[in-house]
């Protein structure tokens, strides 16, 4: 099948003059073809004289694209926008290679990128509403990464419930000094300064209640990521 004028024309064109920067159009022409191995051929050979002629890689990069060789497309409209993070190609190039991958939200948000810059385009105002339903309001975490600290307090308010109640512990009795006892009944040393047994008394009671406090706590906790797992989970 004989190519089209345009093709043919521009291929004339560039096997006269191998600099020339007819390059990039044939390429963008055949990949407007249906013809993306010849048009990363074209591409690759300009840009071998031409590294910086960006709107070649861009091409590039989209025929590597339709070719499915995701990596390599990613890599090629990603030096694109380092030197133009406002091309519009590059950036909707990237957004269908993360959606081809499968990666939605990370498409999400280069399609948002690509809409700034196109908001009369009726596509990607599709494409973008398209996803952020499927997305849904709020990306959940994985439970691998665990909770973050404002999705603990959610999570406290939300599911947790009342802290467990405590079987309190009566105080200690306020000391009352007391007549020391006859040598011959005292007990253990304690008893020869009473405010001191008082005082042990004391902190082994408080140590006692802290221990039991950071147990309820812990099981409470342990409850409350159990419930996040369980929610987060795929079902079958």
Known sequence: MADNPRIEDLRRRVEKDPASIAFAQLAEEYRRAGRPQESIEACRAGLARHPGYLSARVTLGRALLELRQLDEAQHELEVVLKSAPENLAAIR??????????????????????????????????????????????????????????????????????????????????????????????QSPSDLDPLQAHESARRRESDARAVLTLAALEQWLSAIAANHVARTQPRA
């Open 93 to 186: 190039g990237l957004a269908e290679v993360h959606h081809e991958r499968g990666s939605l939200a990370d498409a999400l948000t280069y399609y948002k990128a690509a809409l700034a810059l196109a908001r009369n385009d009726p596509d990607l105002d599709e494409t973008v509403a398209d996803l952020t339903r499927k997305l849904g309001p709020q990306r959940r975490p994985d439970p691998e990464d665990g909770l973050s600290f404002d999705e603990m307090q959610r999570e406290l308010s939300a599911h947790a419930g009342p802290l467990p109640t405590l079987r309190e512990t009566p105080p200690p009795a306020p000391y009352t000094p007391r007549e020391p006892p006859a040598p011959t009944v005292l």
